[in-house]
């Protein structure tokens, strides 16, 4: 390892003054790359502390207070977790989130992982297939929901017309309280294609050679997927079921944009209710409760995740 | 003619229909394949079918059940109408504004933060580094409500600062860990080289590291233009007259202001081709940065 130029020795005297000392140091190479990183750094470090830190202090804080932002903040003590336990919304919220989370999410993994190992039987046109199953993921938001609103709609929406065309009644998929979720999940799903990339390229960099090796054991397709494709994939797949929970349970533009929560609460997704409380119902103290209780949920279910199937993912 | 029946050749008879045979057996399965990935391919690409048909039908048409696929008349007109019912032009120079400036600042500070935590041997770097990582463990919406508190005392409600200045501060650890990951590929040689030169730390990033890495920067340059296109909660939060709004912001306003009788589908389905169209354009041009990027993050991870 090289390192950087060292500067001649400095006089061997002991330099006595405090700013001496400084600028003693100041000279070394040592102290000329700590002040060098420091500078490189710095920008990013003052941002952490004041868009990061400051706020989750504060977001503390907050949590003990009963604040609207027009009069004084008040302190309630332990208040806002008792409203938030009394809360059936909150509830609600919590519920709708983690049905969404846990269906979506499995379901979208399964389908994207399936859809990665077809793509990769080397058939014609991958590229086109690739494009064409990604270009959903970078629809933007708004316009997802938007279009979204417009396939659910109940009498001119093109999911009906398909159903027509088998022959079923129209179904309500927004204004009816037990489809409205379903409905969402359905349109999350459109979505596979990012991680249908993910798998793919993950499947592309398992050797051939531990797949020739086990034909030659005379292994099968089945045996060949469970004991080497589906070890040797499962750290991507641990790390996309990761993040797929934790952004699943943030869920927020297409809650908001296409039903509000509604109808009668059925799709009011937890970041949806903070966000009323917070900047419609102006509370900001329950609010912050709220973002810490969602807060220590995705740790919590991260924690399972990682304590089960952890446990079975294989690293390289 | 008489067919020599051979050993060899009796063997090589078989070979040749046994491998017809196994020929005709994999490309059954590879039919099949085939097939599915069909279907799949339609009902993804379905959606973006129904919502161009829809932009161009006109307004009786739209609401047709079942479904036309082909409007008749192609209605072009739709675009001209929806884009400027709403000032849409307006909310695109908006956007493209918070996008550029924010585009320079993440590629400048998440750079040097890159490098500075990728070659620059400092002590407290690790402790640093796990501070970057950690807040990426910390969710938008535990910081959300008192960061719009912070913005409100600062007075910088409603104004475009807010979307802006706190990417000028590095933007976000992931992009940092991006860089950092990339310049930590670059041998130690050029540096050694270049300060033996006598060329600063400042001027071995800006002349040897910023020249070499430019799939990074696209890559970065790409996901950072596509949180800011696509931001949606930002605007909603800190932008208040609707002269200041964003694309996003301005798209999801229309719902409501054709509350008037019935929705205009056919009008809202144009303005969200128009709001998704650049960012498609983008992904063709820039295909194999978009993916390479995503799989970055999926696997590196």
């Known amino acids: 390892m090289s390192k950087t130029l060292e500067l001649p020795e400095l006089p061997s005297q002991p330099i006595r003054s405090g700013f001496g000392k400084f600028f003693h140091w100041f000279n070394t190479p040592r102290g000329r790359r700590t002040i060098t990183g420091y500078i490189f750094i710095g920008p990013f470090i003052l941002g952490v502390m004041v868009w990061v830190f400051y706020p989750a202090v504060m977001a503390a804080w907050l949590n003990f207070q009963s604040w609207d932002l027009i009069t004084p903040p008040k302190y309630v003590g332990l208040k806002n977790v008792e409203t938030l336990v009394k809360d059936s919304l909150f509830w609600q919220a919590l519920k709708v989130t983690s049905i969404f989370t846990f269906v979506s999410v499995p379901l979208s993994l399964m389908i994207s992982f399936s859809m990665a190992l077809l793509i990769n039987t080397k058939v014609r046109g991958i590229a086109l297939f690739r494009t064409i199953y990604y270009l959903p993921t970078i629809v933007p938001a708004v316009a997802n929901a938007v279009l979204w609103a417009w ?79 589906i070890p040797m994939m499962s750290s991507i797949i641990f790390f996309n079921l990761v993040l797929g929970v934790i952004g699943s349970f943030q869920v927020f533009t297409a809650g908001y944009l296409i039903t509000n929560g509604g109808p009668q609460n059925a799709t009011l997704f937890y970041v949806l209710y903070l966000y009323r409380v917070g ?38 | 003619m008489s067919t020599e029946t051979t050993p060899m050749a009796f063997q090589q008879a078989q070979v040749g229909s046994f491998r017809k045979k196994a020929a005709r057996r994999i490309s059954i399965s590879r039919m099949l394949i085939l097939i599915v990935l069909f279907i799949g391919a339609v009902i993804m690409f379905a959606p973006f079918a129904f919502l161009i048909s829809s932009s161009l039908k006109t307004e009786t048409q739209v609401f047709q059940y079942p479904v036309q696929w082909i409007p008749n008349p192609v209605r072009w ?86 979307l802006i200045i706190p990417y000028f501060f590095g933007g976000g650890a992931f992009n940092v860990f991006l860089f950092r990951q990339f310049f930590k590929t670059i041998p130690e040689d050029f540096s050694d080289a270049a300060r033996m030169d006598g060329c600063s730390e400042f001027g071995i990033y800006w002349r040897i590291f910023v020249r070499l890495s430019t799939p990074v920067f696209i890559t970065v340059s790409i996901f950072t233009f596509m949180a800011s296109w696509n931001d949606f909660i930002g605007p909603l939060l800190y932008i208040n007259s609707p002269e200041k709004f964003t694309i996003a912001l301005g798209l999801s306003t229309y719902r409501s202001m054709m509350g008037v009788g019935r929705t205009r589908w056919d009008l809202l389905m144009a303005a969200s081709v128009a709001m998704t169209a650049p960012v498609v354009i983008l992904f063709f041009i820039l295909q194999r940065y978009f993916i390479k990027g995503v799989v970055m993050s999926g696997i590196k991870g």
């Open chain 1, 151 to 229: 396939i659910l709609n109940t009498d001119f929406g093109l999911l009906n017309s398909l159903l027509h065309y088998f022959g079923f009644a129209k179904v309500g998929w927004l204004q009816k309280p037990q489809y409205a979720l379903p409905a969402l999940i359905l349109m999350s799903l459109w979505g596979v294609g990012q991680a249908m990339i993910i798998f793919l390229a993950g499947l592309q960099g398992i050797d051939d050679v531990y797949y020739e090796a086990a034909k030659i054991d005379g292994a099968g397709n089945w045996a060949q997927m469970i004991h080497i494709t």
């Open chain 2, 77 to 162: 007109m739709n675009y001209v109408e929806s884009l400027t019912q709403k000032p849409f032009f307006l909310y695109f120079r908006n956007t493209m504004l918070i996008v550029i400036f924010n585009q320079i600042a993440i590629l400048f500070t998440a750079s040097l933060c890159g490098y500075g935590f990728a070659r620059i041997d400092f002590p407290g770097r690790n402790f640093w580094f796990g501070v970057a990582l950690a807040t990426m463990m910390l969710p938008y919406y535990v910081t959300m409500v008192p960061q719009f508190i912070l913005f409100t005392r600062l007075g910088w409600m409603d104004s475009y600062r807010p």
């Open chain 1, 279 to 316: 900047f419609q119902y102006l509370k900001m103290g329950y609010a912050a409760s709220l973002s810490w209780v969602l807060f220590f949920i995705i740790l919590f279910f991260t924690a399972i995740i990682f304590r089960t199937l952890g446990r079975r993912v294989y690293y390289q």
